[in-house]
């Protein structure tokens, strides 16, 4: 049986852990062998491959990034079309063409909202959760959130002592599009005094309340926000709006932590910095944890692919690793609950 492998979406630690232990037990077990397409679905849209043997993943497992490549390439989307054929339509020809049996794709809500769709146009598809948001609802965590987590909680750690020896407010942007899950964890973790999420429209008026409580100490505020914050008026937060392939806006532009700082120097008369942490997150080696979830995650995707199990993607369900259908995995985006965040709330200030 010959299994192709891609990964796509954006970049995490723990991908090449799950490239490798797919690789190796499809290998031992089942005595497969393996494909592997560069740059997320631009790779089976082009057909443009590489070798992926037990040679090519010895070594890769606390690499972080992926030796496959990725992008944000949609095969749904208009470009994609050619010779009057549909993204969809060309990769299912491509892999026919290269003798494909079946493709394991490891990405996020998009990437496997596509591998949804191949599988629902007749390609044998297996899906591997990915996304240091944390964001997928039909699995518990995903692996490089831990990763993602870690690296905030150390800047965050960090950032305390600076901000205390020059009496300055700092806010520390964190990854999270819609969910706060990062800034929620990593904020926790590292004890800020105000953490903003997507989730939940933040005042900005209270948000100095906290911050002149906090100067009320002998310490500086930590602010802790996502990347997809927003506060409760509409149009405080400015920037142009570009999209990727998917539609998404590109939140760079948005700079959410900037305007925090910006507005809390001006109402509050304190000094106030912004730290942008942006792809430091997800670069670098795994965790331990993340290396290990990652590692179960390939070993049970190269079990699917054994028994058929198309159309479904692994998952973790307490500590078990379980099959569900891809479609449940992006049907709803797993948000932070109110009770949750409150949690935290009783830290602010």
């Known amino acids: ?37 560069k740059d997320g679905w631009r790779g089976p849209l082009d057909g443009d491959t590489m070798v992926l043997d037990v040679n090519a993943v010895r070594g890769i497992l606390p690499r972080g990034g992926t030796i496959l ?10 470009k994609a079309t050619q010779d009057g054929r549909t993204g969809l339509e060309r990769i299912k020809d491509n892999l026919d063409s ?6 394991v794709a490891i990405g996020g809500e998009d990437t496997l909202g596509v591998a949804g769709k191949l599988f629902e146009a007749g390609a044998n598809v297996v899906g591997v959760p990915k996304t240091i948001d944390n964001d997928l ?4 965590y995903t692996f490089g959130f831990d990763t993602a987590v870690n690296i905030a909680m150390d800047a965050i750690d960090r950032l305390h002592t600076t901000a205390e020896s020059h009496h300055r407010a700092l806010i520390v942007e964190v990854m999270g599009r819609s969910a706060g899950w990062i800034a929620l964890h990593a904020g926790l973790a590292g004890g800020a005094n105000v953490i903003l999420i997507p989730e939940k429209p933040f005042d900005i008026e209270q948000v100095c309340q906290y911050v002149e409580h906090r100067f009320q100490t002998r310490y500086a505020p930590i602010v ?37 700082a910006d507005e809390i120097e001006r109402r509050t008369g304190k000094e106030a910095r912004c730290a942008v942490l942006g792809h430091i997150q997800r670069g670098g080696t795994p965790t331990a944890f993340d290396r290990v979830l990652a590692t179960r995650f390939g070993v049970h995707a190269a079990r699917a692919v054994a028994d058929g199990a198309f159309g479904s993607m692994v998952a973790l369900r307490g500590t078990d690793i379980v099959r569900v259908p891809i479609a449940e995995a992006t049907r709803t985006l797993k948000l932070v609950p109110p009770e949750r965040y409150a949690e935290a709330e009783i830290f602010f200030g």
């Open 224 to 260: 802790v926000v996502a990347e997809g914050a927003h506060p409760k008026i509409s149009g405080e937060a400015t920037g142009d709006h570009t999209t990727d392939d998917f539609g998404h806006v590109r939140l760079a532009t948005r700079n959410v932590g900037q305007l925090l």
């Open 98 to 103: 290269l003798g494909v049996d079946a493709l």
């Open 137 to 140: 609802s039909a699995t518990d």
């Open 69 to 78: 490549g990725s992008s944000r390439t949609n095969p749904a989307s208009e």
């Open 1 to 37: 049986m010959r299994v192709g492998v891609l990964t796509g979406g954006g970049d995490c630690p723990g991908l090449n852990a799950v490239i490798r232990a797919i690789v190796r037990t499809g290998t031992a077990e089942h005595d497969f062998e393996f494909i592997g397409f």
